[in-house]
Structure formats: structure tokens, C-alpha cells
């Protein structure tokens, strides 16, 4: 069963309890909604919105589906889910600001539930989504292990499950480029756009690194089988620059290690 099914909103998120980590999420966010659309397609050289849509391929709604976006932020995934097919959409996110973005893009849409909480603590039954899909929220949390178990809980046996993150190319000319972008052209970049995205731009390159310094993709992959997520696959797009990773919930909970 859920653990909190009747609070949306987190404790942690309002309480003193937040890990540095978190903190820092929230902060980051808490400026960026009203121009985030146009501005995390620029900084990505247009590559993100491509990148979304093979997200959305990769879990592909069935007519009827209700689908759990979690990180929605100001509902872009939300949004392609519904564009591409006659689904229902939760979305979740810790970031109030955030999710006033969401509430503005889909008011009137009665195809869309918006609710503050945390991907740590889903405030909602196990097995009762037919799909899931989150998006950059993993460099986020505390213990990305522990997060995938708990988004897994909430997907119905056979339901997919995808996420989109940003990766660091591979083939070293490739890898050599995005340093010099991440290090220099992203936070020049940030600065031209306002206070807050200089922020994202100094922050981006050192976390996505940390963030596969302590978790290689590989691991990551381990982590999705371990939380009882089967034939995962690891899609890099863009020469490594975004990663695509999609999975099917095991039938039978429990463990799906070795699938
Ligand atoms: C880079 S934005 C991505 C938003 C959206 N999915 C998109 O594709 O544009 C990351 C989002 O994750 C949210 N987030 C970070 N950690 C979270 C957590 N532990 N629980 C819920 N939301 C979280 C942030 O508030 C932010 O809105």
C-alpha cells in the first residue's frame, strides 16, 4: 500500500528535514517556470524536446492508459503523453513554482491531475498506474535506488516505465565538447537568460558528472532491474548528450534481478 496515500504535499519538502541535496533542488527551482520551456530546449542545443518525444515513444500510452508523470515540472512530458495518445496524466512534483507552470498550461484540462509531492514518497497505491514516465529527477535525490523501488511500486504488472536524463558523451572528441560547453557555454549562456538560469548553468555540468561518477549508467541499469523493472533498455541520443532508459514492470512483484 501507499505510505502516505492521503498527503500530497511532503512533509520533508515543508519541514526542516530536507538533505542538502533536496534543498538545493528546491531552491533551483523555485525561479525557473516562467520562460524553463524555451530555455531548456535552447541550452540543449534544441536536443530536448527530441529527446522527450523518444521518452514518450518509449512508454507509448494505450488508448485509456492512466499514466504517472513524475518531476513533471511545468508539464511538458505531461503534455506529449496527451498528444500522442487518449490517456489520463498525474503529475507530481516537489516544486510548488514549478507546478504553478503545470497548473497554467493545462487549465481547463480535465485529462490532467497535478499534485505536489515527492518521487520518494508517492502519495498513491501501489500498482494503480498503467504507466510512468520522469524526467531529470534521479541527479535529485538522495538514494536513486531506493526512488526507482518506489516508483516501480506504483506501476501495474506489464505497465511501462521510461525517464530521460542528460548524459556525458562517451567518444572522447564528443566527451571533450560537452566539457567545454557545460564548463564555459552554459554558464556564459545562463548569465544572458536571468539570475536564476546563470545558476543552472554554473550547477548542470559538475552535477550530471557527480551524478555518474557515484551512479554509471550501468549501475543505473542494475538499480531499475533491482527495483523489479525487466528488459531495460539504455537508449543514448544526441552522442551520449541524453539518455533514454524504458523498462517493463516484472509480473509478480518482487525481484526481476538477472532480467
Ligand atoms: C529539470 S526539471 C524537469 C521537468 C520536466 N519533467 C521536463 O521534462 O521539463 C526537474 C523537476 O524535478 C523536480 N524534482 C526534483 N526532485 C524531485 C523529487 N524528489 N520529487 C519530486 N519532484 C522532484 C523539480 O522540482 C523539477 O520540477
Redo the contacts with the bound molecule.
Sequence with gaps: MSPNPSSGADDAASSGLRSPR?RE??E??RG?PRR??FL?AALSFGQ?PRW?RALVDAVAPAPGARVL?????????AAELLARGDCTVVG????AQ??AGARARFAGDGRVELVE????RLPFDDESFDALT????LR??DDPPA?LRELARVVKPGGRVAS?EFGVPPLPAARVAWRFYTAVGLPVLGRLASREWAEVGRFLGPSIRGYYARHPVQQIAGYWREAGLADVSVRRMSLGGGIVMSATKAAGTGDARGA
Excluded: H, P
Excluded at 508523470?69 to 512530458?77: I, K, L, P, S
Excluded at 507530481?92 to 516544486?95: A, L
Excluded at 509531492?117 to 520518494?120: R, S, V
Design positions: 533536496k533542488a528546491l533551483l527551482f525557473l524553463y520551456d531548456s530536448d522527450r508523470d513524475v518531476a513533471t515540472g511545468t508539464g511538458m512530458v507530481v512534483d516537489q516544486s514549478m507546478l509531492g515527492q518521487a520518494e520522469f524526467t531529470y529527477l535529485y535525490v526512488t530521460l
